[in-house]
């Protein structure tokens, strides 16, 4: 009875995760950014994309982490809230300094008001782009609330409120042209939710003894992350610097089917991460050559799935880009759903490994990524660009499956 109710608890879970991310995305994927696409045309779009690459980026990478970070360590640390809304606060400072920076120019060129020159505005948006990676990060941050006492329909309303403000936002966005509008919006409404519903934010900078060590180890996990989460959004960033805005937007409206996919791994992991750690399964090559296995299937699946909605999605959301990027579907659907594959792999060969594993292999991709796309982009423009996303990724699984196999071979020898 016992293992039922958990079991049931498990997918019931899994349920409103899912569920809170597909809502989420929902209302992203299928009303903003085709309608700021339609608004703004295709070069302008794509510096709006290229911005938000850095919002995307800094997004998982402090707030996600230091949200998994606060789950491992309160189970043997008391931590308190101040610990990590601290450390939010000052990692959000640096990496608000380097993307302001880094973006600088193309902020100024999206401008504020469609009717206004950007240049009047530039300076109020440089402050709203700032903002949006602030709140962002805390929104991140903000679901380890409902992740420590396991409320995951709270869970479920905040993402889902956090989808409202969205909307609210888009609204605000007609009425006033300032495309920030919108996802600032939205970040608030569900900080305002979690703020007002739960306790991580009150009080604020109550610090534990523990302060250095969840610095410590939270500044090491959030850099682990930023590997990650670069390579997953170093698409928007380089076209731009070495194509056009046109280009951003053309690859991320191909590639957006498969990267929403993308959203059904961590709750898979999470499954499989319990399944993997209990009753210290010992991870044969038989085992890992059988999840494999499955995992190819499914990925097969989904390509197959991602190469009929793909076009049916661009045609329907951005029929003005249809002609452009049909060549380019098949190449970008397999990159992306090579990466998901890569993903759950992760997940199998980290469980019996040290998680520098992942740091060493996602930091090496990187530099092989960006080589390649450097050698290809310039001969082959968009597409030669995709082609070395897919080689990239392909790379990636292998590196992954001969240490899978590796580790595997160990414990088939007794290694615990």
């Given amino acids: 009875m016992e293992t039922n109710a958990k079991t ?8 409103y995760t899912i569920g809170g991310a597909l809502v989420l995305n929902g209302v992203l994927q299928l009303l903003v950014y085709p309608q700021l696409a339609a608004r703004l045309g295709a070069e302008r779009n794509g510096s709006v994309l290229f911005v938000m690459a850095f919002v995307n980026i800094l997004g998982p990478s402090i707030g996600q982490a230091l949200n998994n970070s606060r789950l491992v360590l309160r189970r043997d640390m008391d931590v308190r809230n101040g610990d990590y809304n601290l450390l939010v ?5 640096a990496g608000i300094l380097i993307s302001l920076i880094a973006c600088g120019s193309v902020i100024k060129g999206t401008g504020l008001f469609a009717v206004s020159d950007p240049a009047v505005f530039a300076g109020g948006a440089f402050v709203l782009a700032g903002l949006l990676i602030l709140l962002t990060n805390f929104r991140y941050y903000g679901d380890v609330e409902y992740r420590l006492s396991g409320d995951f329909r709270s869970y479920f309303f905040y993402y889902a409120i956090c989808g409202a403000g969205y909307i609210l936002g888009y609204l605000l966005y007609l009425l006033t042209g300032v495309w920030y509008l919108i996802f600032l919006a939205g970040e608030a409404a569900a900080l305002v939710y979690v703020y007002v519903r739960g306790r991580i934010f009150r009080p604020f900078a109550d610090r534990s003894d523990f302060f250095s060590t969840v610095r410590r180890r939270g500044t090491l996990l959030v850099l682990s992350y930023l590997v990650t989460n670069i390579s997953l959004n170093i698409d928007r960033i380089y076209l731009k610097a070495a194509l056009s805005g046109e280009a951003v937007t053309e690859y ?11 959203l059904f791994i961590a709750p898979i992991n999470t499954v499989l991460i319990s399944y993997l750690t209990k009753d210290n399964v010992r991870l044969t090559r038989k085992r890992f050559l059988l999840f494999a296995g499955a995992g190819a299937a499914v990925s097969a699946v989904f ?3 991602c190469e009929i909605g793909t076009p049916i999605f661009v045609r329907l959301f951005y029929p003005s880009l249809y002609e452009s990027v049909r060549d380019l579907t098949a190449v970008v659907n397999l990159s992306q759903i090579l990466a998901m594959y890569s993903a759950y792999l992760f997940i199998i060969v980290l469980t019996f490994t040290g998680a520098h594993y992942q740091l060493l292999l996602q930091g090496v991709h990187l530099v092989v990524l960006t080589a390649l796309m450097m050698l290809m982009t310039g001969q082959g423009g968009l597409k030669g660009f995709s082609t070395a996303v897919l080689i990239a990724n392909a790379l990636r699984i292998a590196a992954v499956i001969t240490l899978g196999m590796y580790f595997a071979g160990k414990d088939e020898t007794g290694r615990t």
């Fill in 252 to 262: 991320y409206v191909v590639s957006l089917i498969g990267k929403t996919l993308v």
């Fill in 8 to 15: 049931k608890k498990l997918a019931a879970g899994t349920l």
């Fill in 303 to 305: 390509f197959i799935l």
């Fill in 89 to 93: 606060l000052a990692l959000s400072a």
